[in-house]
Structures are given as structure tokens and as C-alpha cells.
């Protein structure tokens, strides 16, 4: 027994010696191929050129505009070139919103006195009738205001919803959740007391002159009764809102001709490696495809997109040959309607697929500080324990939170969901605006951020999640 | 026995909650008036404006130059308005090198036909012969291949440095070190060996028009013998390699008529708070206030030198008076020749003063991730404890390292020293050059700079170093 006994003791004092030799081993692998992937990305990287061609070739790329159409041709001409194992376009029916001839604002302090300012139609906002509209202004810090103020203060008027963002707030992304109400259901709300018009401070910390654009909605409101909404540049809405203080007579004018026309198709472009070994199980990367009309949607989202595909670039390049299969998704139309992310989760559901992990990128191409994950306790875990993979890369504040808004109608209980965190700083200085364009994306942060979702995807084909192991 | 025991235990307990209570009461007000130092920057700072002062209204601000004089003026003039204890200037003596008139280069493929490159002389160059240099290009990818070359291959020729930063390197810094002494010693090492001039790759990991100048040494060569040194863009200097790859006959031609003229008297500017219980410790927070004559010094480093008037405006505008005596240095002559530097720590090892902490920002203006600490493992340690306090704010990569040129000299043992290490991969893009420009500059993140660095300065300020406390 004694004899025995040792022997067990030996046999099980190597098998944990083989087991330990195995996870370390297997720790290195993950390094070494980390490392591979950065490097490559830092030096044959495509994902800069790609952008350079979405933004300068192409330029901003709206739901149903040409520029959205040269879009879906170019990524998949370039997926193609990849190698991939398969590449295909999936029809979707997205809204088609033009803005049509520039804006024009300006506000009159006594009748001929006039002061121009920057302004743009939001996105899906009626036409003002051809001449324009000239209204007084009434003046508010949120939709809440609404309601005090009733329909004795607002009718006829125009209101000018002018609550910043929260400075102090050292996440960007917190301080435009807290004032995107303004836009998006502005004009929905003050409708219904009278109002003429709709006018928005930009969402953006910065004090400048380019006015943001964004979705907005006009819930029920009839389609009669809906009034117009545009934005106001941040300088324009201090300036307006000081005007107003010395003269709350003042009048303003905007004129937009906007004009929603019938859904028409566009498509997702998706692209795939195959699994080697569980083809069925199938992990995501993506990024949307379309942007806002003005600027030429760099940072949002021609970035995401081709990160994406450098991810599958990488591990071609790399000569990594995943066990589970990895596809690319550009998503159609997350800006006016989602219908690309909606799509691309129906047909998902009618497969045999079983999808584990997604990851959106659509929060800029700037230096990626981690990831935010939507997911189980258990699957937190897990990537918690991945963290020092990250550290040398300085990619490593892992967080719970919210992933991105196209991947996020796939949610189902065992599916990992996941976003790429950039700095945030910069980013609404440029979103859905004019100023959104490729001479702001510095070609390594835009790299380090696909390198890092490259390493990411590589972990999870490794592994699988806290279910699928 | 007993129960004087128990009485004892009891004391015990108390005095453990006593404690304890002090502790978290402590680590509370830390937490509160860290939060109103990021709170008023990002709200009420100063440091953009003044940024766009110095940048905007100055310029770039050579040492012996008279925008260096007017960026000593304007800043003086701003710490005196914030109501210091003291404010005052040091008189250094300073080099006055004078750039002159635009550089010009070509390259001759065959006689008559020529490719124009952009070029800037090295800070601290002899000037080429008036009618320039003409002459037969040796590439090398550094000083070591000097040796191997030998005379034979290089006298009468013009030496070209072409080894480029590593791109896999995550900090840029890193790879900046790789380079630099092909531009600060290539010309004395090339003039060994008979080169009539040097042409340096800028080091700049983007491929772009802009030539980075910096410093240089001739070390002990003779003046008669110095050769001219300049740096070419990366893309001429990819340019310029390719080409002599097809054809190794290639003349270089480079005119440029820099002059090193008497060293002159400048100043380091100085403003303090003294400390209400300790004002002979001191606390030095700084950043330098020449820069190179190309671009503005936006990010090198009038940035590091608004934070540091940042960290005093806060301390006011948040009503802290320091128990020690916090002190702003905006030192002269950083780039090409540390006077300042060296004359603050002579001026120092004089007094009857105590430094307890200096801190540097000379990294640029970018987002700040952390603080690179050069100090005793104990003060390592300390510092250690205090990362959760910045975790909130993003920038808690505390690591063990240098801290700033300018600092450097003040070292001694009980001294802490520490650099601001703000995100750094587009930190040389700008870097001496024409592009380093004040609309590179995101307010936001300079001002989370300022907040971190006014944010240590207050934990030193309360807590002392390793060896004070």
C-alpha cells in the first residue's frame, strides 16, 4: 500500500507537473501569438489604407446613398482578396433619408438684423416649408422643461433645447447618453405643446462651429403634425443662448429641405474564415458600414469596419487557422434604423450556428484602452484571467457594460457580446459631424485597437466561453 | 487582571477604530478633493487658454530667441495674477542658435534632373557653404556601420542615417531611444571619417512631408572641422533610399545657413505657494518653455508647461493652501542645452530648502495614462498605494523609470522625482516640427493632465515622501 501510495503520489505529483507544463505552455502560445498579431498590425497592417479608400475614395456613406452602395462593393471586393473561405452580401432594406441643399439659420436680434450660424438637419427630421420658418425662441435645459413651461409658452414657437454635456464626466460616452434625449426626442415632445420647431445644441464638449448631426424619431406624432429639427453648433448655441438672455425677443430662421423617401435594399457585407474544428460555432467581429452624410464617417464607423476586417487579415497573415468560425460582419445602416444588426440577428437565429462571442468596434479608431463586456458572471471571469495578455499592449481595462448596437439584437443567454473601448476624449469633437474625417485617425491607435480585437477573437476561438467549454 | 485586561482590550478596539476611522476619513478627503482638482479642470481651467497664448500668440520659442524672451513675459505676467506667494525670474545663460533662412535640398538622379526634398538643419549645425553641398550619398542604417564603411566608402560623401523607429515598440518613447543617436552624434562620427555632411531619417514612426529637427553634438571635433547635419522627412527619406537602390550614383544637394551666435542671457520662470507648515520642503512641478523654432511647441512642451501653472490655479480656485511650499519652474532651454535644468539644481543645493518631490510634464499633451517614477523602493511603494485613488480618472499606470530632462538634475537621495506619461503614440508625428501645433491639442485631455499631476502634487503635499514623512 505504501509503495502504492507513493506511486500515486509520484504519478499525480507529474500529472499536475504536466498539467502546470501544459498551462504555462499554453500561456506562452497566447503571448507569442499576441505578440504576432501586434506586430503585424503595427507593420503590415491594412486597416489605414482601407480607411484612406472608405473616406477619401467613397466619403460619408448614408443608408441608401451611392456613396453606401460603392461602400458594400469596395469591402467586399477587399474581403474577397483576402482569401477568406467565403464572402457574400445580405440584403437588407434600409430607409433612404437626403438631406438635400445645404442648411441655412440665422437668428435676427431687431427685424433686418440678422447673425448666421452653423447649423444641420438631424437625421429623419421633416423639411421646414420652402421659405423657412421664423419663430421666437423659447429656450431649455431638457425635455422635463417642456411640461412646466406648457403650451402657453411654447406654441408657435421654436425651442431650443440647450443642455451641454457634463464635462466632469471623465467617459465621454456617459456624458452623450445624458443629453441624447434632446435630440432624439426633441422634436417628438415639443410638438405636442405647438412648437413650430426644434433646435439643438450639437452634442459635443467642445466649443466649435460644426454643427452635429444624429437619428432622432417622431415617436406617434402623425406625419402632418411633425416639425422640424436641426443642430446648432456648440459656439452657436452660446452664442444664441447669451442673445436670448440680453434680448428674449429674438427670432430665428432655418430652412431645410430633407425628405424621407421608400426603403430601399442595401446590404451587410460579411466575410468568414471556417472552423477547423467547429465550424458551427461561430464568432463575430464587426463594425457599420454606413455613417452620417457629412464628414466621411472615419471614426464612425469606417474605423470599426476596418479593424474588422483586419482582424481576418491578421490571422491570415499570421497563418493562424482558426478552430471555430470567425466572420466579419459590416453592418448596413446603424445610424437611421439598425436594420443591418435586426437582419443579420434574424437569419442568425434560422441557422444551425451557435454564435459565442461578438465584438462590435464603434467608438472611434483612437489608442483602444480595453473592452466592455456584456455577458455572465462566469464569462467575466474568464476574461478577467486574460487580462496580463493585454498589459503589455496598455489594452487592458476590462469592464461590464454595454457592447455595441449593431451585435446587440443577437443577445442570447450563453453568447458573449463585447465593445472595444477607445480614449473617449476626442471622440464627439468629431462624431456625426463635418469635421469626422480620416486626417483624425492616427494609423497605430487604429492598428492597436484591431490588434487587439484580433487577440481578443483569438482567445475566444481558443477557448471558447464559460458555456461552450 | 482580567479586567483591566478587558479595559485594555476595549482601548484597544477603540483606539483601532479610531484609526481606522481617521484612515477612511482620509482616504475620503482625498478622494473628494481629487475629484474637485479634476472637476475645476475640466471645467474652469486655465491651461488651453494659455496654450493658445504662448502657441498662437508667441510661437515657437527657441532659447536666445525673442519669442523665448515674450513666452518668459507672458507667463511671469499670468502665475502673478493668480495671487502666489512669490513670483520671480532666474537669470541662466543660454546658446542662441539661428536657423536663418528655409533650407533647400535635392537630389540629382543625373545631371540637371532633380527631386526637391523637404529638409531641416539639426539645432546646433555649421551651415553648408554658402552655395550648398553637392555630393555622392552613403546610406547606413547606423553609427556601427561607420566602422565597417570605413573611409574608403565614405570620405567626400554625404552620410545618410536611414534606420528607422521600431514600430512594434508600444511605447513610442522607446523607439525614439533606438534612433536618436544617429541625430545627435551622427555628424561628429561621420566627420571621422571624412563625410561633408550628414542627412538624418527623421524620427517619426508615420511616413509624412514634415522634417523633425532636434539637437546634436559635435562632441570634440574641431570647429573647422564640423560637417552640416539635417533631417530629412520619412517619406524623403524612403524616397531617397529607393532611389539609390536603382541608382547608387545619386548626388544629394543641401544648402542651409544656421548660425551658432554668443550665449545670451534668458530666464526660468518661478511661482510659488508657500507652505503653511513646512515651507522649507518643496515641491517642484515643472515643464520647459523653449521649444524648437519649427511649429509652436504645442505639445513640446508648452503643454507640460500650462499644466504646471494648471496645478497652481487649482490648488487656488479649490481654496487648498499646501502645508509645503509648491512650487512652478517653467525652465529654459530644454531642447539644446539643459541650462535651466542644471541652473535650478545649482541654485538649489544652495538654499537651506528641502525637495521632497519634483515633477515634470514633457511628454506632450495628450491623454495622460499614468506617472513614471524615479525613487527609492520605499517611495515606489507609496506610491503604489495611491494608484486606486486614479483609477476613476484613467490613469493609474504607475511604473518605475526616468522622469523629465529637466528635473533630472535635482536628484538626490529623498528626493522623488516623477514624469507625467501621457498616451504616446502620437507624440512624435509632432515632435519637432512644423506640425507641432496648438489645433493638435484636445482641451480635454491636456486638462486631465493638469488635474493628475495637481492630484499627486497634493498627495505629496499631504502625505510626504517615503523619507519626509
Known amino acids: 500500500m505504501k509503495k502504492n501510495y507513493k506511486l500515486r503520489k509520484g504519478y ?3 500529472l499536475l507537473l504536466g498539467i502546470m507544463t501544459i498551462m504555462a505552455s499554453a500561456q506562452e502560445t497566447d503571448q507569442t501569438r499576441i505578440k504576432a498579431l501586434f506586430d503585424t498590425a503595427l507593420t503590415q497592417g491594412k486597416a489605414y489604407d482601407w480607411l484612406n479608400s472608405l473616406a477619401n475614395q467613397i466619403g460619408g456613406r448614408l443608408s441608401g446613398s451611392i456613396q453606401a452602395e460603392q461602400a458594400v462593393d469596395y469591402t467586399r471586393d477587399q474581403l474577397d482578396s483576402l482569401g477568406l473561405d467565403k464572402v ?3 440584403p437588407v432594406l434600409v430607409p433612404k433619408w437626403v438631406r438635400g441643399t445645404p442648411e441655412f439659420a440665422y437668428y435676427e436680434t431687431t427685424p433686418g438684423i440678422t447673425t448666421n450660424v452653423p447649423i444641420t438637419a438631424l437625421g429623419g427630421s421633416v423639411a421646414t416649408p420652402p421659405k423657412g420658418i421664423k419663430a421666437n425662441v423659447v429656450e ?3 425635455i422635463e422643461e417642456l411640461q412646466k413651461l406648457g403650451s402657453a409658452n411654447i406654441s408657435g414657437k421654436i425651442v431650443f433645447f440647450n443642455r451641454p454635456m457634463d464635462a466632469t464626466l471623465i467617459n465621454t460616452f456617459t456624458a452623450y ?11 417628438a415632445e415639443a410638438a405636442k405643446y405647438g412648437a413650430v420647431g426644434v433646435i439643438v445644441r450639437s452634442i459635443n464638449l467642445r466649443l466649435d462651429d460644426f454643427p452635429h448631426t444624429g437619428s432622432m424619431d417622431y415617436g ?15 459656439n452657436a448655441a452660446e452664442l ?12 430665428f430662421f432655418f430652412k431645410q429641405n430633407c425628405k424621407q423617401f421608400d426603403d430601399v ?9 471556417k472552423g477547423s474544428e467547429f465550424p458551427n460555432e461561430v464568432i463575430v467581429v464587426g463594425g457599420h458600414l454606413d455613417s452620417w452624410d457629412l464628414g466621411d464617417g472615419s471614426h464612425d464607423d469606417g474605423a470599426g469596419c476596418v479593424q474588422s476586417m483586419e482582424v481576418l487579415q491578421l490571422f491570415k497573415k499570421i497563418g493562424y487557422r482558426p478552430k471555430r468560425t470567425i466572420r466579419v460582419v459590416l453592418f448596413m445602416n446603424e445610424e437611421n434604423g439598425l436594420r443591418g444588426g435586426t437582419e443579420y440577428a434574424r437569419w442568425a437565429s434560422t441557422t444551425k450556428e451557435k454564435h459565442i462571442f461578438a465584438l462590435e468596434s464603434d467608438a472611434g479608431g483612437f489608442t483602444p484602452r480595453g473592452f466592455s463586456f456584456d455577458c455572465s458572471p462566469e464569462d467575466f471571469e474568464q476574461v478577467q484571467q486574460w487580462k496580463t495578455l493585454f498589459e503589455p499592449y496598455l489594452v487592458h481595462l476590462f469592464e461590464q457594460g454595454g457592447s455595441g448596437a449593431d451585435i446587440n439584437p443577437l443577445k442570447t443567454e450563453g453568447l458573449v457580446l463585447a465593445g472595444l473601448r477607445p480614449d473617449s476624449q476626442r471622440y464627439f469633437d468629431h462624431h456625426h459631424a463635418e469635421n469626422d474625417t480620416f486626417e483624425h485617425v492616427n494609423k497605430r491607435e487604429l492598428e492597436l485597437g484591431a490588434a487587439a480585437m484580433a487577440s481578443l477573437v483569438y482567445l475566444y476561438d481558443t477557448y471558447g466561453n464559460a458555456k461552450s467549454k
Chains 1, 2 share one sequence.
Not at 447618453?177 to 422634436?187: E, F, H, L, T, W
Not at 406617434?220 to 456648440?234: K, M
Not at 444664441?240 to 427670432?251: A, E, F, H, M, Y
Open 12 to 14: 499525480s505529483a507529474l
Open 88 to 90: 457574400w452580401l445580405q
Open 140 to 142: 431649455v435645459q431638457g
Open 177 to 187: 447618453s445624458g443629453c441624447v434625449d434632446q435630440r432624439y426626442s426633441g422634436a
Open 220 to 234: 406617434d406624432i402623425p406625419v402632418a403634425e411633425r416639425i422640424p429639427a436641426a443642430a446648432l453648433s456648440t
Open 240 to 251: 444664441l443662448s447669451t442673445s436670448l438672455q440680453l434680448n428674449p425677443d429674438i427670432k
Open 265 to 273: 435594399t442595401s446590404h451587410n457585407v460579411i466575410g468568414e474564415i
